[in-house]
């Protein structure tokens, strides 16, 4: 009998998968509507993730259609937005680079280490010099065949002493570096296994000459020429014939439009204006995945959402009035009314579970009232802290301010919250108050999001974290090879930043985009926001 059922189960799995991969190939085809598709999954008992990871699988097998114009609405642009890579900072210059150029390596949707501009890596066994051979035959937009020379000047323009990058923090510990024909070497001061994830950074997009000449010029190898750019309003792209890499640029134009207001983003997709659109409000993400002709997308991953304070400047100099804050806010809270379910609690420290080395034992810290008045009282400071937010911070953030005004205030400490404008945000609030909103996309490995934000030395230090114990553990655990003794390290280091350092870190978010069901090839990657900021290339008007 046993045997029977077996076969029979098997018939009714195999009949109902027929069914089911039939409607998914009439959806890919443009025949089937896909509400239509997961309603009868549902009824059929498949799981809607089960169902949408079908339905993925079948519209890519249905084959990548060209041309169109492909249109995004995003959040994170600024009238002050420049293409120099350097000054990258938000989502629509962050964006718009991808489309325009490549960097030498890339992270996979699964973590691993992707080839792009170089051919192949070769470490020594030492893991402290690397070399990075350069593909032949790769042409920049402006007609110039790339070198390894052209690397080796980005590298040095993003690592000098003069330099404001964004990449510096990663770019520190180099000890010298050269080009050879067409390979490009890296000698470390101290062994890294990690370089080629650090060197995934967005700021290192491959410039001729390294960008020396015209930083700003926005000339790369990627699959999008410059066709126009207005900072703050709107960046477009054509097509490049000469692209290296047929599995991207599908679209014969792309346009990236500026919305930082949510609901202006949701009516821009909802009337067809746009094809896509990153930071769906989590209150809204339910109703708009019912909503005909869109998908939501929603990924968890390394995001997160925070508050900054800078630990050189009056009064948060004072390392218990950080910790009172730190224990005034309620993330659970937070979590609820703000994530709703798309996200997680944060414990004050910028990695968690979805990192390599991550250790799952440090205790998670709560809201405490009592805790938060005792070291309130403690610091010696008694008046009101003032902190700046906008809705281009991070979706909610006003929200979030005044959750953390009420809840603090319940320990007697008094939150004033200061709404900025979203134009400027970035360029004049972020990185200069001393208290603001900000959210980070995490980065792949600790060591790249620990380099580029709280080592001492680096440009987007945003807390001012300057800790000589932490900078030697920082480089020391680079150079580790034992794995429980770089956990170990690994795990310092985030207490140092959770107890002493100026992050209040609530919450981790969910990457949500919503998609309109004419595009083709959309998949899920936990690396950041619309596909890593690589949608506009990898997917098609379908």
């Given at each position: 009998m046993?045997l ?9 799995y ?8 039939y409607?998914?190939?009439?959806v ?11 309603a ?7 799981s809607?993730?089960a169902?949408n ?6 519209v890519l097998?249905?084959?990548v259609k060209?041309g169109?114009?492909?249109?995004a609405?995003l ?8 293409l120099?890579p350097?000054?990258?900072l938000?989502h629509?210059?962050?964006?718009f680079g991808?489309m ?8 996979s949707r699964?973590?691993?280490i992707?080839s792009?501009?170089?051919e192949?890596?070769?470490p ?24 390894a ?11 000098g002493?003069e ?17 050879d024909g067409?390979?490009?070497?890296v ?6 296994a ?7 950074d967005?700021h290192?997009i491959?410039?001729p ?5 015209a ?9 999008y020429k ?15 014939s000469?692209?290296?890499d047929?599995?991207?640029?599908h ?5 990236l ?8 983003r ?6 067809g204006?746009?094809h ?6 989590p209150?809204?993400a339910d109703?708009?995945?019912n909503a ?5 997308k929603s ?14 400047t009056e ?6 009035l950080?910790?009172?804050l ?21 414990n004050d420290?910028?990695v968690?579970?979805a ?7 440090i205790?998670?810290r ?6 938060a008045k005792?070291?309130f ?5 008694d008046?009101?802290v003032t902190?700046?937010t ?9 929200d979030?301010?005044?959750?953390f ?9 008094t939150?004033?919250?200061k709404r900025e ?24 490995v600790?060591d ?5 934000a709280?080592?001492?030395s ?6 001012r974290y300057?800790?000589p ?26 207490l140092l930043?959770r107890?002493?350092?100026?992050l ?5 978010n ?23 900021g ?7 008007l379908?």
């Open positions: 046993i029977a059922a077996i076969i029979n189960y098997n018939r009714e195999n009949k109902m998968m027929k069914e089911l991969n409607l998914a190939n009439q890919a085809q443009g025949k089937c509507d896909r509400r239509a598709f997961l009868r999954a549902v009824t059929l008992g498949v809607s993730v169902a990871s079908l339905l993925s699988s079948s097998a249905a084959g060209k169109g114009h492909l249109k609405g959040a994170g642009g600024e009238s002050t937005n420049s120099d350097a000054s990258f938000g629509v210059p962050e964006n991808r325009w150029g490549d960097t030498l390596v890339e992270v699964i973590g691993e992707e792009r501009l170089a192949s890596i070769e020594s066994a030492d893991a402290k010099t690397w070399n990075f051979r350069i593909r032949k035959g790769i042409e920049f937009h402006n007609g110039k065949t790339l070198t020379e052209d690397v080796l000047q980005t590298m040095q323009r993003h690592s002493d330099t404001k990058s964004g990449a510096l923090g990663i770019m520190r510990g180099i000890e010298s570096m050269k080009a067409n390979t490009f070497s000698t470390l001061t101290s062994p890294n990690d370089l080629p994830y650090l060197l995934t967005n290192l491959i410039q000459n390294g960008g020396f000449d930083p700003d010029a926005g000339i790369g190898t990627g699959p410059i066709a126009f750019n207005e900072p703050g309003i709107r960046h477009g792209g054509e097509k490049f000469n692209y290296w047929d599995s991207r640029g679209a014969d134009q792309i346009e439009i500026v919305l930082n207001d949510a609901t202006a949701t009516a821009a997709l909802q009337s204006q746009v896509m659109i990153n930071r769906v409000d209150k809204i109703l708009m995945a005909p002709g869109i998908s939501v990924v968890s991953g390394r995001g997160h959402y925070v508050f900054v304070m800078h630990t050189d009064p948060f100099n004072n390392n218990d950080r910790l009172a730190k224990y005034a806010i309620d993330r659970e809270e937070m979590v609820d009314k703000v994530l709703r379910g798309y996200g997680s609690v944060g420290m910028p968690n579970g990192y390599p080395l991550f250790s799952d034992d205790e998670q709560t809201y405490d009232p009592d805790k005792f070291h009282k403690k610091s010696g400071y008046g009101p902190l700046r906008a809705n281009s911070a991070f979706s909610g953030a006003i979030s301010a005044q959750l005004q009420q809840s603090a205030a319940k320990a007697g400490i939150v004033d919250v404008p979203d134009d400027g945000y970035w360029s004049e609030v972020w990185n200069k108050q001393p208290f603001c909103a900000s959210y980070w996309s995490g980065r792949p600790q790249q999001m620990y380099s580029i709280y080592l001492s680096a440009d987007w230090n945003d807390t300057n800790d114990k932490f900078d030697k553990l920082l480089f020391e655990a680079r150079g580790e090879l034992d794995e429980v003794k770089r956990i170990a390290m690994y795990r310092e280091m985030g930043i107890d002493e350092g100026g209040i870190l609530p919450m981790f969910d990457f949500i985009a919503a998609v309109s069901d004419e595009v083709g090839g959309y998949e899920d990657d936990p690396n950041g926001e619309l596909m890593g690589h949608a506009l290339s990898k997917t098609w379908a």
